[in-house]
């Protein structure tokens, strides 16, 4: 069974400051991990994927991988009131027969305080 | 404009009636998927399909139906055995079914038994 890990939160940061969101995941066939951003009453939206260990910078928004110990993290910088939102963490695992779907952690509630 | 289209956003089931939702892309992406959301879940994988006329049951099929006989449409159709069919739909699409493929998401139907 093929779990994704998360704090649900509320997990508050102050306007301007990082935020640091955490995912650990329990399939060590996964390959590709995505991070999305879901506001209340919407569709997710990609924020982030990597796909090899280390870090990857996207604007405000750095993702980093550690296949080892099974664990991604998604940070913030300069935190925004609009960052407000559920971060969910998604796994995929392409066992070479195509991919069968993400797996999804059940989110991390992030507030950013004004 | 390009994207993937859900109809409708709203339905209203009595219990013991199918309802059959929409999702249409014009991406020309050969992969599309169903998921369904929980309050405060993540979202969990229904049916896939990585080409057209196939399609493979996700974690959670019990109840639910589709098919795939074109590739811009994925048709989900909830039928009386679902339990609990009261959810947020969301049906996604990726280029291919290569795990690293990004999927994205369409709007979301939010269905309701009454």
């Known amino acids: 069974q093929k779990e994704v890990e998360q704090n649900s939160g509320p997990l508050s940061v102050p306007e301007g400051a990082i935020a640091s969101l955490n995912c650990t995941y329990s399939?060590?066939?996964?390959?590709?991990f995505f991070w999305y951003r879901q506001y209340s009453g919407k569709s997710p939206e990609l924020i982030m994927f990597?796909?090899?260990?280390g870090d990857k910078e996207d604007g405000r928004f750095t993702a980093q991988l550690n296949k080892a110990s099974q664990y991604v993290s998604l940070l913030i910088r300069d935190s925004q009131p609009s960052d407000s939102a559920t971060y969910l963490c998604?796994?995929?695992?392409?066992?070479?027969?195509?991919?069968?779907?993400?797996?999804f952690g059940k989110g991390t509630h992030l507030i950013i305080q004004p | 404009d390009g994207g993937i289209t859900q109809s409708p956003k709203y339905l209203f089931r009595k219990e013991g009636q199918n309802v059959t939702l929409s999702c249409e892309q014009n991406?020309?992406?050969?992969?599309m998927y169903w998921y369904r959301q929980d309050p405060g879940q993540g979202l969990r994988l229904i049916y896939y399909?990585?080409?057209?006329?196939?399609?493979q049951k996700g974690d959670i099929a019990e109840g639910y139906s589709v098919s795939r006989e074109k590739k811009e449409s994925f048709p989900l159709t909830v039928t009386s055995a679902q339990k609990n069919p009261t959810a947020f739909y969301l049906c996604?699409?990726?280029?291919?079914?290569?795990?690293?493929?990004?999927?994205?998401f369409g709007p979301g139907t939010r269905l309701t038994v009454l």
């Open positions: 996604a699409s990726s280029i291919t079914s290569v795990g690293t493929d990004t999927q994205y």
């Open positions: 399939d060590r066939g996964s390959q590709s």
């Open positions: 990597i796909y090899s260990n």
């Open positions: 998604a796994v995929n695992c392409d066992s070479g027969g195509g991919a069968d779907g993400l797996t």
């Open positions: 991406l020309n992406h050969d992969a």
């Open positions: 399909s990585q080409i057209v006329n196939d399609f």
